[in-house]
């Protein structure tokens, strides 16, 4: 089995290899989670999910930094993108510098398999991780 996560983009982040995610966002006033997911998906990664895939709800989480995360997983047979054609967001860089530098959300993105997935996702999103290999027969 493997796992699709998204590396997060900006200085932060470059020379760090633990901090992999599923990917995700912001719901929208009015959006459902799962719309939620699938529009985040394809703006972080550019790959579309068909939203009547068959999909294994896998609960949520709360990250350190306080945000909720809801996740699911469904089986996709796709390549990896060679770029992610991810939203940007902007930020002062170098440190009081007053230059503002725009950042991929995403910078790349890819399938892991289960165990290494599980070595480099944030801490947080574990559980997620291993309500998935649990929900399908698989030791996380």
Same mark, same amino acid.
Request: proline letters at 11%.
């Given at each position: 089995m493997e796992v699709f996560l998204a590396h997060?983009?900006?200085? @932060?982040?470059?020379?760090?290899?633990?901090?992999?995610?599923?990917?995700?966002?912001? /719901? %929208?006033? *009015?959006?459902?989670?799962?719309?939620?997911?699938?529009?985040? @998906?394809?703006?972080?990664?550019?790959?579309?999910?068909?939203?009547?895939?068959?999909? /294994? %709800?896998? *609960?949520?989480?709360?990250?350190?930094?306080?945000?909720?995360?809801?996740?699911?997983?469904?089986?996709?047979?796709?390549?990896?993108?060679?770029?992610?054609?991810?939203n940007t967001f902007a930020m002062e860089w170098p440190p009081r510098s007053g230059r503002v530098r725009h950042f991929p959300e995403v910078d790349q993105a890819r399938y892991f398999p289960l165990a290494e997935a599980r070595k480099k996702m944030k801490d947080s999103q574990v559980p997620l991780l291993e309500r998935l290999a649990a929900a399908l027969g698989f030791s996380a």
């Open positions: 997060p983009g900006g200085p @932060f982040f470059v020379k760090r290899d633990d901090c992999w995610s599923l990917p995700n966002g912001e /719901i %929208e006033p *009015g959006e459902d989670m799962l719309a939620t997911a699938l529009r985040e @998906f394809h703006e972080e990664v550019g790959i579309r999910i068909d939203p009547q895939s068959q999909f /294994i %709800e896998l *609960g949520s989480i709360r990250q350190k930094g306080g945000k909720i995360v809801h996740a699911w997983g469904v089986e996709k047979d796709c390549p990896p993108p060679a770029t992610c054609p991810s």
